[in-house]
């Protein structure tokens, strides 16, 4: 009897979804993020969440104006082996700070706060309201902001305080439209989400 020696090739998911998701050609109007073990790849939204992004970064850069930070719109995110990429985002104006080595995006480390957008269809929300928001908090990002037209005539819900350990985090306020949210902390502290960015309930 002749005993046959098989070796074992072990591959790392997180390194193999890097790869791949480094050679993506991603087609005009997508986005691809690594989320939880998964490259999703999804369509940055249409006319109405385009609207409310840019009413939210121009805002924020106005209120950024003079801090050494600023707001960005659909860029990288990038947390170790993980892309995120969220539809505003604030970090220092100067990008150098926070660049990922090989110009990919920007480090989750330097960035500040995220905002998403929640996005029509099951799916979605809790790629949106589930997936990412662990994410965010695991990468450790002082705030998120969570835009949403399909909760109950829609709302701000403003987190603060993660936890990566847990992925989770402490705070959560969560404010109708039609009224002011707040954000608590860091350079966009005192910036308010009212009706001006979101309109009123829907």
Same mark, same amino acid.
């Given at each position: 009897?002749?005993?046959?020696?098989?070796?074992?090739?072990?591959?790392?998911?997180?390194?193999?979804?890097?790869?791949?998701?480094?050679?993506?050609? !991603?087609?005009?109007? #997508? $986005?691809?993020?690594?989320?939880?073990?998964?490259?999703?790849?999804?369509?940055?939204?249409?006319?109405?969440?385009?609207?409310?992004?840019?009413?939210? +970064?121009?805002? %924020?850069?106005?209120?950024?104006?003079?801090?050494?930070?600023? @707001?960005?719109?659909?860029?990288?995110?990038?947390?170790?082996?993980? *892309? %995120?990429?969220?539809?505003? #985002?604030?970090?220092?104006?100067?990008?150098?700070?926070?660049?990922?080595?090989?110009?990919?995006? !920007?480090?989750? +480390?330097? *960035?500040? %706060? *995220?905002?998403?957008?929640? @996005?029509?269809?099951?799916? @979605? $929300?809790?790629?949106?309201? *589930?997936?990412?928001?662990?994410?965010?908090?695991?990468?450790?990002?002082?705030?998120?902001?969570?835009?949403?037209?399909?909760?109950?005539?829609? @709302?701000?819900?403003? %987190? +603060?305080?993660?936890?990566?350990?847990?992925?989770?985090?402490?705070?959560?306020?969560?404010?109708?439209?039609?009224?002011?949210?707040?954000?608590?902390?860091?350079?966009?502290?005192? #910036? !308010?989400?009212?009706?001006?960015?979101?309109?009123?309930?829907?």
């Amino acid at each position: 009897m002749i005993a046959l020696a098989v070796e074992e090739t072990v591959v790392d998911l997180d390194q193999a979804l890097w790869q791949v998701w480094k050679a993506m050609d !991603v087609p005009q109007g #997508f $986005r691809a993020e690594i989320i939880e073990g998964a490259i999703e790849m999804s369509p940055t939204g249409g006319i109405r969440h385009f609207t409310v992004n840019r009413n939210l +970064s121009h805002a %924020l850069y106005e209120h950024l104006q003079g801090s050494g930070y600023t @707001s960005g719109q659909d860029g990288n995110v990038i947390h170790g082996l993980k *892309v %995120l990429v969220p539809d505003v #985002f604030v970090s220092p104006e100067d990008l150098e700070e926070v660049e990922h080595p090989d110009g990919l995006g !920007v480090l989750a +480390s330097g *960035v500040v %706060l *995220v905002v998403e957008t929640v @996005s029509p269809g099951s799916e @979605s $929300r809790k790629r949106d309201l *589930v997936r990412k928001h662990r994410a965010y908090a695991t990468a450790g990002i002082p705030v998120h902001v969570i835009i949403d037209d399909f909760d109950d005539g829609g @709302s701000v819900t403003v %987190l +603060s305080g993660p936890d990566p350990a847990r992925g989770s985090y402490a705070s959560s306020v969560r404010t109708p439209y039609g009224e002011e949210a707040i954000v608590p902390e860091g350079p966009a502290k005192g #910036f !308010v989400i009212g009706p001006g960015i979101t309109g009123g309930p829907r």
